[in-house]
């Protein structure tokens, strides 16, 4: 069974720092671009980083740049989200997608949530 699980989420209060991890199984990061993405209430679904397996690039959104970092254990099918210096609008639910070379296939984790608070 393919499966995305995503954790690493909380309550954490301003300028501080959490750490999401997002895990595959029943596939293997090999080729794939792997993105976090998040959804406030009453907002739309927005990019925030990713990374490919393949070339190691990342790309971040400009609300997180500096602050959030991106990384991967392709050996422990594992992707990571470094983020610090958390503001209370960075709450919201994250969401881990892996999508593989050519587009062909895309998987989402179910998420998991995480509130800043002021």
């Known amino acids: 069974e393919v499966r995305i699980v995503e954790s690493g989420g909380g309550l954490v209060q301003a300028g501080g720092s959490l750490r999401l991890s997002c895990t595959a199984s029943?596939?293997?990061?090999?080729?794939?671009?792997i993105g976090w993405f998040r959804q406030a209430p009453g907002k739309e679904r927005e990019g925030v980083s990713c990374i490919s397996s393949s070339e190691g690039s990342t790309y971040y959104a400009d609300s997180v740049k500096g602050r959030f970092t991106i990384s991967g254990d392709f050996a422990k099918n594992t992707v990571y989200l470094q983020m610090n210096s958390l503001k209370p609008e960075d709450t919201a639910v994250y969401y881990c997608?892996?999508?593989?070379?050519?587009?062909?296939?895309?998987?989402w984790g179910q998420g998991t949530q995480v509130t800043v608070s002021s």
């Open positions: 029943g596939f293997t990061f090999d080729d794939y671009t």
């Open positions: 997608k892996a999508r593989s070379a050519g587009w062909r296939h895309d998987y």
